[in-house]
């Protein structure tokens, strides 16, 4: 045997010395402790399973297996093989993965029934009919807006949303998060549950209970619907007036840019008995998981109801879109632990806005000229010296509408003015929206980049 070869092998024989098979991480081994029942006990202690296995006998004849691994997940066959006579103690993520499959077999073999409201969905793929379960979507973008209100929003902007409904920033921040996470609660209703690409979805919604007319007049969208149901369970709910529960309402419901107005639902769209309950359930699950307060009041005066509303509304929006992003929120179909599932999209959703850029960035209170933003702009043009000019009697918050013929600058421009306002009033971003597709082109993502460090953006 030559030199280079053996050096080969004993470099693959030191990097799985920890290694279950042949899996090896480059972190230090986790131990695993296993139990196992005193009626496979005997036969696990007659072999060499690893390298640094210990075991301990029981005085009731089980047995406790303990093994430094490189990665944990390459035993899950393993332990499988055992049944119910091995259980994971250690480590808790190994634990949970265990827990996870056996709660999928339970429902699968009909040894556990799936609770009525974790068979609802609310995002499904055309072709495959993979599913996202509708409490899964609700949770995730009620997490992504306690992640926001958490990491992203100013102390300022949160004092302001706080103030308009009389509660510390905290309760504002669940409250916020809960009323966010029903934006799609009207998607508990035939009239949305009866589109699941896969039509045998249909027939599993109907063995278990759940009621659909036998044809449809043009279903209510579901945001509408959300809007109708929100109205007696944000003024039962939550102690808010009728007035305010209305607005309120409609401003969640009204996330894909339409504000709902006529709120009267036929009974057909919203369904009856199990829909209700369902509905019920998934109320309660909400609650649990994001405790929103029933102390809120919110000032009486119509301008402060319209600045909140208009403030939830687009947070309600930028929420779910970020919360449909799949990359971030993969389809999830197996029935979890609410706990669980909650945990986990928390952890998404900050990933998600780290890698969206929404993190990270804080204003200087330093803001730049123009020219030096754009530096291969040799000068700005008529229109945008304009709205340069202007830009200095603006106080934030307000609205600009530029209308100019494409190829204008307007771009540069709307960057320039998100620039200052970030500085001027604590802002940490900025939301790039088009109304087509030239956010795609080269020469827009380019211009974006330019603002490289002083300001972080995200496209929509």
């Known amino acids: 045997m030559n030199g280079t070869r053996f050096q080969r092998l004993l470099t693959r024989k030191v990097l799985l010395a920890d290694a279950w098979g042949i899996w090896y991480t480059e972190t230090a081994p986790v131990q695993v402790v296993l139990r196992f029942s005193p009626t496979v006990g005997g036969r696990v202690a007659e072999s060499q399973w690893h390298a640094s296995q210990e075991i301990e006998p029981q005085p009731d004849g089980s047995l406790l297996w303990r093994a430094n691994v490189a990665e944990p997940q390459e035993m899950v066959p393993w332990i499988r093989g055992w049944g119910a006579d091995c259980e994971v103690l250690a480590p808790g993520a190994l634990r949970a993965l265990l827990a996870k499959e056996s709660r999928r077999l339970a429902y699968l073999y009909g040894v556990a029934e799936t609770p009525p409201h974790l068979l609802l969905w609310a995002k499904a793929d055309r072709k495959t009919h993979a599913t996202h379960l509708l409490l899964y979507h609700m949770i995730d973008v009620g997490q992504v807006a306690l992640a926001l209100w958490h990491s992203v929003l100013t102390e300022a902007t949160r004092k302001r949303f706080a103030e308009r409904v009389a509660l510390d920033i905290e309760r504002a921040g669940n409250l916020i998060a809960f009323l966010v996470a029903l934006h799609d609660f009207g998607k508990a209703s035939p009239a949305f549950q009866g589109l699941h690409p896969n039509p045998q979805y249909r027939q599993l919604l109907t ?174 043009n008529t229109i945008q010296q304009v709205i340069i000019d202007r830009e200095r009697d603006l106080h934030p918050p307000c609205l600009v509408i530029l209308e100019a013929p494409t190829g204008i600058g307007k771009t540069e421009i709307a960057l320039y003015l998100a620039d200052r306002w970030a500085q001027k009033s604590g802002q940490q971003g900025a939301v790039r929206c088009h109304a087509d597709h030239r956010n795609q082109q080269p020469d827009v993502r380019a211009r974006c980049r330019v603002l490289g460090a002083s300001l972080s953006t995200a496209s929509g």
């Open 207 to 380: 063995k278990t209970g759940f009621s659909f007319p036998k044809q449809f007049t043009k279903p209510a969208r579901h945001g509408t619907i959300s809007a109708a149901l929100l109205v007696p369970l944000l003024h039962e709910l939550l102690n808010l007036d009728e007035r305010a529960a209305r607005q309120l309402a409609s401003m969640v419901g009204g996330h894909h840019g339409i504000w709902p107005t006529n709120l009267r639902m036929r009974p057909e769209d919203v369904g009856e008995d199990t829909w209700n309950s369902v509905r019920s359930a998934l109320v309660e699950t909400l609650v649990a998981v994001f405790k929103p307060p029933n102390t809120a009041q919110i000032d009486a005066s119509e301008q402060a109801r319209s600045v909140l509303c208009t403030l939830i509304s687009g947070f309600t929006s930028v929420a779910d879109w970020i919360g449909s992003m799949e990359a971030y929120f993969p389809f999830e179909e197996t029935p979890l632990e609410p706990r669980e599932y909650a945990e986990r999209s928390g952890q998404q959703a900050q990933q998600a806005l780290r890698r969206l850029g929404w993190l990270g960035w804080q204003p200087e209170g330093k803001p730049v000229s123009f020219r030096e933003m754009f530096a291969f702009i040799e000068q700005p």
